[in-house]
């Protein structure tokens, strides 16, 4: 890893130079957690979009029908147990016992309204476009409730354990747990087991069941847990993965996750020397992925294709038509693609790349530029948003494990066919059109290259030795009941 001096690590860092060892907190404390994100932990998420930080605080004290464990898997949650019908086009939620904060039970028609406004037309949720789907969501009895879609949707329970379809009421967000809030606000919030049928009302969950949840920050994040005042800084990301090494973390308490999602370059418009397939290509053919991944962090994967895997694809993940160059001949292929378009036009090749702001990008930002330099193309940096950009970074995990998430999020500036195919598949009728019409678009877009694969996204978490179970999983999802063995 490189090491990066970064003066706002060193003033963090010297107020906490006195911490002893990180890992070392005592398990007979409050669990002190610092998820990177807004300080402002509790809002609606239907109102904005929301960010790690909050989707910790609404995952820990509202949970929705199903949510996830610390493996990523789909676990019981409000529904109890449930059952898919009609080729995926009916999900069927039995509902067990939950109560809010105040004792009452939750009941299906709370449940039903909240839902109602998450998956609405008008929701700021990042999920809005991929909840289209669902046409009503009805409660049958009193125990059940059943979510009707207007075509099939098998990796529709994956949607429902995000934290943005979680159930609360009232404007402080109370939910059914896992947990309740006993304090929050200015020094986040603190959290304590919500209460299981049965349990003695009198009866005060031991200290090391609490859980004190802070939104801040990586540079603060980090120093906290230097300095000895915290378990765990969840959220990570390349924007900040560089300051781990300046501030100095134990090499076991760094935990990478094997996160799938989308991490490359969108292109944005498709004029100049961006107009041909076989240009967009070179850009493609100048990253050596593999070089850039090790250099930035040893356990980050490259990618070259833009599906992760099959999935739900009626093929294997497309490869673009640049990956049948050998490797050692791509950049001298790309190299004269560029002095072909240059002979043509008299003039040079001069291409935007808009990234985020933070040392980590800035190394993305070194790597890439030293490659598109390198086939004889003029690097020029922005800010993500700016209208300049001819092409983009996407870092995104993938909500859900359906290939059409991916091609709809790589499809920035592709071509009226792919766009239309994608279209397709979240129309199809039944399961065998909507895995045909994900393989074409997926064969499509990578022979448009209208995407630049690099990697999978590097997610990270900075972990106490205390926290055993923590688990890294493929949604870099870490529930706050999941930490500790019970």
């Known amino acids: 890893m490189q090491r990066l001096r970064l003066p706002v690590i060193a003033l963090l860092l010297s107020a906490t130079a006195c911490g002893g060892p990180t890992g070392q907190r005592k398990d007979t404390t409050p669990v002190v957690v610092s998820a990177i994100g807004s300080d402002a932990l509790l809002v609606d998420p ?16 509202a949970q929705g029908l199903v949510r996830f464990d610390r493996n990523g898997q789909i676990e019981p949650a409000l529904a109890e147990r449930w059952a898919v ?18 004792g009452q039970p939750v009941t299906a028609g709370e449940i039903v309204r909240v839902l109602r406004r998450a998956v609405a037309a008008n929701s700021k949720s990042r999920l809005q476009p991929y909840l289209a789907v669902i046409d009503e969501i009805v409660e049958m009895t009193p125990q059940v409730i059943e979510v009707r879609l207007k075509s099939p949707r098998p990796d529709l329970l994956n949607l429902f354990a995000q934290p943005e379809m979680a159930v609360f009421r009232g404007r402080n967000f109370a ?92 292109v944005l418009h498709r004029d100049g020397f961006l107009s041909t397939p076989q240009n967009r290509a070179a850009i493609a053919m100048a990253i050596d992925r593999s070089a850039l991944t090790q250099a930035i962090a040893p356990n980050w994967s490259p990618a070259e294709t833009i599906l992760p895997a099959q999935m739900d694809s009626a093929a294997p993940p497309a490869p673009g038509s640049w990956m049948t160059v050998a490797p050692d001949q791509r950049r001298a292929l790309a190299s004269q693609r560029v002095r072909e378009w240059q002979a043509v036009h008299r003039g040079p090749v001069d291409i935007t790349l808009a990234l985020p702001s933070g040392a ?92 630049v694969p690099i990697a999978q996204p590097l997610r990270w978490s900075i972990v106490a030795l205390r926290l055993a179970n923590w688990q890294g999983n493929a949604r870099a999802w870490h529930p706050l009941n999941h930490l500790r063995k019970q």
């Open 175 to 266: 939910g059914s747990g896992p947990f309740r809030i006993v304090a929050g606000k200015r020094d986040g919030l603190l959290l304590r087991p919500a209460e299981e049928p049965g349990d003695d009302p009198k009866a005060a969950p031991a200290p090391q069941e609490y859980v004190r949840l802070r939104g801040e920050r990586a540079a603060a994040a980090i120093a906290r847990f230097r300095a000895g005042a915290s378990d765990l800084v969840l959220g990570g990301s390349l924007v900040d993965w560089p300051i781990i090494d300046a501030a100095g973390i134990a090499p076991e308490n760094i935990r990478v996750d094997a996160a799938v999602g989308l991490f490359g370059l969108a």
């Open 85 to 102: 019908f009609d080729d995926a086009r009916s999900y069927i939620f039995r509902l067990g016992e939950a109560t809010w904060p105040d």
């Open 360 to 451: 980590g990008a800035t190394l993305l930002w070194g790597h890439l530029a030293s490659s598109l330099i390198a086939i004889g193309i003029t690097p020029h940096r922005v800010g993500l948003g700016d209208p300049r950009a001819d092409l983009a970074l996407v870092d995104e995990v993938a909500p859900y494990d359906s290939g059409r998430w991916y091609l709809a999020n790589a499809c920035r500036a592709c071509s009226d066919d792919t766009a239309t195919l994608i279209a397709a598949a979240r129309d199809a009728p039944d399961l065998y059109n909507r895995t045909h019409r994900i393989a074409e678009a997926d064969a499509m877009l990578a022979s448009d290259v209208a995407f």
């Open 46 to 61: 239907s109102g904005t979009a929301i960010d790690t930080a909050q989707a910790v605080a609404l995952a820990a004290t």
